[in-house]
C-alpha cells in the first residue's frame, strides 16, 4: 500500500506542476491539498474518491461522455491511476463513504455543515 501511496503522490505533484489552462486554478490548489493529505497520512480511500469527483468535475464544459478525455494529460494520469483502484472497492466501504459525504453535504437546518 505504501507504494500506491507513493505513486499516487508522485502522480499529483506531476499534475500539479504540469502547466494548465486557468479553468483548472482551483483543481490545482485541490491537488496539492490531497498530496498534503497523503503525506499527512490521512484516508487513502477517502482521498481517492474525492480526487475522482474533483477530477470528473473539472471542466463542466465538456459534456459527460469526454470529461475525462478532455482533460490535460497529467490530470488524466490520475484519474486513469484512481479508477481501477475505486472498482476494487468493496461495495459496503463505497456506500459508507458516499453517506458520510452526503450527510456533510446536507443544508445546516437538516444537520450537514453546508447551508
Not at 486557468?22 to 487513502?44: I, R, S, T
Amino acid at each position: 500500500m505504501a507504494e500506491k501511496r507513493q505513486e499516487f503522490f508522485d502522480l499529483i505533484d506531476k499534475a500539479y506542476n504540469t502547466p494548465a489552462a486557468p479553468k483548472f486554478n482551483d483543481l490545482k490548489k485541490k491537488l496539492l491539498k490531497y498530496a498534503q493529505e497523503l503525506n499527512a497520512g490521512d484516508d487513502y480511500i477517502k482521498i481517492m474518491l474525492s480526487l475522482r469527483y474533483d477530477l470528473f468535475h473539472a471542466d463542466r464544459d465538456l459534456n459527460l461522455v469526454t470529461r475525462i478525455s478532455g482533460l490535460p494529460d497529467q490530470f488524466k494520469a490520475v484519474f486513469y491511476f484512481i479508477e481501477p483502484q475505486v472498482k476494487k472497492i468493496d461495495e459496503k466501504t463505497l456506500r459508507q463513504y458516499n453517506l458520510a459525504y452526503g450527510l456533510m453535504m446536507m443544508p445546516i437546518p437538516f444537520g450537514g455543515i453546508i447551508g
